[in-house]
T-cell receptor, first 115, second 113 residues
Framework: GAVVSQHPSWVICKSGTSVKIECRSLDFQATTMFWYRQFPKQSLMLMATSNEGSKATYEQGVEKDKFLINHASLTLSTLTVTSAHPEDSSFYICSASRRAGYEQYFGPGTRLTVT | AQSVTQLGSHVSVSEGALVLLRCNYS??????LFWYVQYPNQGLQLLLK??????LVKGINGFEAEFKKSETSFHLTKPSAHMSDAAEYFC???????????FGTGTRLTIIP
């Protein structure tokens, strides 16, 4: 159990367009989901925490209007990168936990390339 | 606030040799500590975790780690390296009641045939 999927696994988009990344918990209900960003050969940086049915909490320095997060159900959270630019190119990873304080299960990641 | 420091961004060991990946933490309250492994272009897989129970924690794939409060360390070891162990390894810390994970900068493990 505790499988998290992400879709798409990779995406290429043109500068100025928006792209949506989905994160799903396949066999459990996730009250909390996390979105991370990972630059090449670097660690994971937490972007935001989302709880089902409420607004996401963004980390300092993350533009909430640029990275829109929606956690509409207990099994789905989405990250929309709006008006993407080349500097947004990165590996985006989500994780999900059953409830506060419990283990996070990570998705396989989405590689975003903005041309 | 808590943090972790991983000494050595790159570690190379021969196949069959001991693997030792270092992690030191900083936390004002008792920490929860984790080791994750990441294969290229993939997400993170939990190897093991310490949550204030036994100080020697055994994980998957033959890895284990020992929590040493006096040294604020949580080093990851494996007695005999296998080629399939080549990956990026991340140490992370959180505290009870706050599920945010703070990751170290990672250690890339290379196995020499």
């Amino acid at each position: 159990g505790a499988v998290v999927s992400q879709h798409p696994s990779w995406v290429i988009c043109k500068s100025g367009t928006s792209v949506k990344i989905e994160c799903r918990s396949l066999d459990f209900q996730a009250t909390t989901m996390f979105w991370y960003r990972q630059f090449p050969k670097q660690s994971l940086m937490l972007m935001a925490t989302s709880n089902e049915g409420s607004k996401a909490t963004y980390e300092q320095g993350v533009e909430k209007d640029k990275f829109l997060i929606n956690h509409a159900s207990l099994t789905l959270s989405t990250l929309t990168v709006t008006s993407a630019h080349p500097e947004d190119s990165s590996f985006y990873i989500c994780s999900a936990s059953r409830r506060a304080g419990y283990e996070q299960y990570f998705g396989p990641g989405t590689r975003l390339t903005v041309t | 606030a808590q943090s972790v420091t991983q000494l050595g961004s790159h570690v190379s060991v021969s196949e069959g040799a001991l693997v030792l990946l270092r992690c030191n933490y900083s936390s004002s309250v008792p920490p929860y500590l984790f080791w994750y492994v990441q294969y290229p272009n993939q997400g993170l897989q939990l190897l093991l975790k310490y949550t204030s129970a036994a100080t020697l924690v055994k994980g998957i794939n033959g890895f284990e780690a020992e929590f040493k409060k006096s040294e604020t360390s949580f080093h990851l070891t494996k007695p005999s390296a296998h080629m399939s162990d080549a990956a990026e390894y991340f140490c992370a810390v959180s505290v009870f009641g706050n599920e945010k994970l703070t990751f170290g900068t990672g250690t890339r493990l290379t196995i020499i045939p």
